[in-house]
């Protein structure tokens, strides 16, 4: 696969010395969905308005199918496609209209065949003659979509684009997202939603603080999801694993209370029932036990504290 | 240059113009002709001639001045505030254009609204006066230029503000001071000599003057001065909006 966005060293200071970017490099694949994660205040916004040209950059490139995005903006921002957070329309202007004008003002003819096939593909071809104005909050954001789409990006930027939408439509959303990938368009997504991110990307990223702290392939994130741990909680603290229990690959508590065993819930056999019974053959004695699961949500909120995952 | 982006701007634009059209026609329509009641038959009456022209054909050419002039500052500073204030300017700063594109869409249109309310000012004005235009090209070419330049005034004054208040701010408390004062319903030379130099300052002055020449062959200054001062503020706005889309300023953070 060929890298359509790739971005190096982006920095974005403001005068009053705050670090939006502190440094982000990242290069993204022609056709996959990656799904930016971090908390409000992270920086995921200026990174995006940044490639899009809303926010200057201080210093660090960044190319769009080979095009910097200063030196060769047009070429550059011609293949881009944004969907902004905030739901920004001319109240007053009518859906079809505001949809054209994006496609124009991108650099295409008029092509009402085309303009048609995208209000029908969002649900918004029977709305094509209403004020914006008139439309739901819903159908608002279907309409920003429908401009993004109007001029045919190659890179689609997705920033919160199911915030405050309800669940029907996210699922919508997802589908639209889905397809959009088939037809080959690269989508960079930003969400607070980690299930949406799961639920649509190929890769996961997590910014914080202006930094980008993570990116993964979503499926070897997701195996360190399976990953499930157990915890055998002795009555009495021990100072060493016994030598019979080595086999298990156990972390012994920093109390010395306590056995932990990491096992793949994937796996054929998790090795539970043996580990149990050479406990028991060891002579501890247990008190309790229980088990907990490291989500993608846990792995999120440990990176952007500054904890390892 | 895409000049899909700049037909896609100006339409826009004057989608707008043509939804309130009944408001841009009605309302240059009654406000000339109350201009007409209230000077040409009140003061007219008192003053009856003005170097050889009637006073009510007199005031025309400062009429239509005063009116494309403070038209085409709120409709560029309008037209380019409003993105501003819906955020939908993301969609401007984001599209493959640069700022000459913008500002020959925005203020192309201004210009356009501005230039039709002149036109229509002066159609109602023949239903009051007699009106003879002697250079018609100076008259084109001055009234055109006007709209431009001050659309091109009002496109800055939209990207300077940041609340709708200063929006009326340049034009109400600049502007129409400047025009009103700039012999729009009177001839310099009838003002006392002191006077006379002082508003020789006024900018308007060249412009209202340069314009009632094109239609009487009368000024207060001479043609070329008019001319030199129409072309020399339509190159500081350009000047002064080049910077801005330079720097950035009021526009991308």
Redesign the interface.
Known sequence: MATILSIKDLRKSYDDGFEALKGVSLDIEQGEILALLGPNGAGKTTLISTICGITTPTSGTVTVGGYDIENDFRAARKMIGLVPQEIALEPFEKVSNTVRFSRGLFGHGRDDARIEEILTKLSLWDKRKNAIKELSGGMKRRVLIAKALAHEPRVLFLDEPTAGVDVELRKDMWEIVAELKQSGVTIILTTHYIEEAEAIADRIGVIDKGELLLVQDKNSLMAQMGKKQIEVMLTEAISAIPESLATHDLVLSPAGDALIYTYDTNAERTGITTLLNDVAQAGLVLRDVQTRQSSLEEIFVNLVSGEAA | M?W??I???Y??EM??FF?TLAQSFISPVLSTSLYFVVFGTAIGSRIEQVEGVSYGAFIVPGLIMLSVVTLSISNASFGIY??KF???I????????NFIEIVIGYVGAAATKALFVGVVILVTATFFVEIRVEHPIAMVTFLVLTCLSFSLLGFIVGIWASNFEQMSLVPQLVVTPLVFLGGTFYSISMLPPVWQTITLFNPVVYLVSGFRWSFYGLADVPIVFSLLAILGFTGLCLGIIGWIFKT?WRI??
Do not use: D
């Open positions: 895409n899909s982006a037909a896609a701007i339409r826009f989608t707008r939804r409003f993105p819906l955020g939908t993301y969609e401007l700063l984001s599209a493959p254009v950035g991308r953070s």
